[in-house]
T-cell receptor, first 114, second 112 residues
């Protein structure tokens, strides 16, 4: 079975541009979460979606937005990119929303903002 | 903000030795999870331990949880070079948020 997939693998953008990152969860998983991981830090929670509704939002500015589609795949959008947005963006899926449901992470998208 | 904090930040050992990493946290938790990350790529879930559990094992991994001290430890026995990675603890707070909060991680290097 395929794991969580993310695209693209790497991305280079210029300050002020907009970027869209994509995530496909494991088949049957209905919950998708997004994390930002800056070099040398642990992942920071950005969004959680379950059954196509936003169920959680981390402490990120409104430049960050996301959505989940009927097939449970998800997109993360970041507008007006800043140098500080350079990071590894991780997507994780789980069967359902809930504290005890294990999250499965994708390989991430490495975003570099110049 | 980081909830869990791992200690030490970095650990260097020889193959065959045991590696112990610690995690401290601040608020009441529903569960605590340990993850491994190789070379800045995706995280792999290792073990989930619930707040009413004290110890769990998985292969060469042993996790303990002391809720009175708000701390957990991950022990890797008979380490291998392939265990070289960053290890993160993540806490899920009690109260229904369901969002795991990660620490900064411990970087483990196992020398062959």
């Amino acid at each position: 079975d395929a794991g969580v997939t993310q695209s693209p693998t790497h991305l280079i953008k210029t300050r002020g541009q907009q970027v869209t990152l994509r995530c496909s969860p494991i088949s049957g998983h209905k919950s998708v979460s997004w994390y930002q991981q800056v070099l040398g830090q642990g992942p920071q929670f950005i969004f959680q979606y379950y059954e196509k509704e936003e169920r959680g939002r981390g402490n990120f500015p409104d430049r960050f937005s996301a959505r989940q589609f009927p097939n449970y795949s998800s997109e993360l959008n970041v507008n007006a990119l800043l140098l500080g947005d350079s990071a590894l963006y991780l997507c994780a899926s789980s069967l359902r929303q809930g504290a005890s449901y294990e999250q499965y992470f994708g390989p991430g998208t490495r975003l570099t903002v110049t | 903000s980081q909830q869990g904090e791992e200690d030490p930040q970095a650990l260097s050992i020889q193959e065959g030795e045991n590696a112990t990493m610690n995690c401290s946290y601040k608020t009441s938790i529903n569960n605590l999870q340990w993850y491994r990350q190789n070379s800045g790529r995706g995280l792999v879930h290792l073990i989930l331990i619930r707040s009413n559990e004290r110890e769990k094992h998985s292969g060469r991994l042993r996790v303990t949880l002391d809720t009175s001290k708000k701390s957990s430890s991950l022990l890797i026995t008979a380490s291998r070079a392939a265990d070289t990675a960053s290890y993160f603890c993540a806490t899920v707070a009690s109260g229904g948020s369901y969002i795991p909060t990660f620490g900064r991680g411990t970087s483990l290097i196992v020398h062959p």
